[in-house]
């Protein structure tokens, strides 16, 4: 099996992106939340596996919330057996270290100023988004990378923009992905 053969909406150009951030990462803490079926996860932890960083995947299992579309794909299925049988089918599972928590409430298992790099691809909803952010933000090394997926819908976008603009920070995108330089 191929990551890209993983059910799930993380395209070529997506994991081109996610990937170049992560191979400057070397002993590094990465951090990926909503891991759904394990697409994202796939392509990307092989990277980090190699330069020797801490891969943690987590996410609730549940769908992000009744108001995200993308909660429709996870409804009665177990996402976390998923998840586990394409990780282990790549031989991954060993590595990663999977959480099933709320994406926000989950940064409190990291201090702050550790994690190198902070993937939210979790909920869609704003508000849901705007939280994941802030809960990550502090958790983020100076020079370090928070940074997600969905940026072409308007909810992550607007939410995204938002917080760039309060804080004029250093951001950059590529197709359905965005980073936040800190």
Not at 40 to 57: L, M
Not at 92 to 106: E, G, K, P
Not at 158 to 173: H, M, S
Request: aromatic share 12%; net charge neutral.
């Amino acid at each position: 099996m191929r990551w890209n053969e993983i059910e799930g909406w993380f395209s070529d150009a997506d994991a081109q992106f996610v990937r170049q951030i992560c191979s400057n990462i070397h002993g590094g803490v990465v951090v990926e939340l909503g891991f759904f079926a394990g697409r994202c996860t796939a392509a990307v932890a092989p990277i980090c596996k190699t330069n020797k960083n801490q891969y943690f995947a987590i996410d609730n299992c549940k769908g992000s919330s009744p108001r995200d579309p993308a909660t429709k794909a996870q409804l009665s299925r177990d996402m976390k057996q998923i998840f586990e049988n394409n990780m282990r089918s790549l031989q991954l599972l060993d590595y990663i270290q999977v959480h099933i928590l709320d994406s926000a409430a989950s940064s409190q298992l990291f201090s702050n100023s550790e994690v190198d790099f902070c993937f939210i691809d979790a909920s869609h909803v704003a508000e849901d988004v705007k939280k994941d952010i802030e809960a990550w933000w502090p958790k983020i090394k100076p020079g370090g990378v928070l940074g997600g997926h969905d940026y072409t819908w308007g909810s992550v976008c607007g939410t995204v923009n938002a917080f760039v603009d309060k804080y004029e920070l250093k951001f950059a995108r590529s197709g359905n992905c965005w980073k936040i330089l800190k």
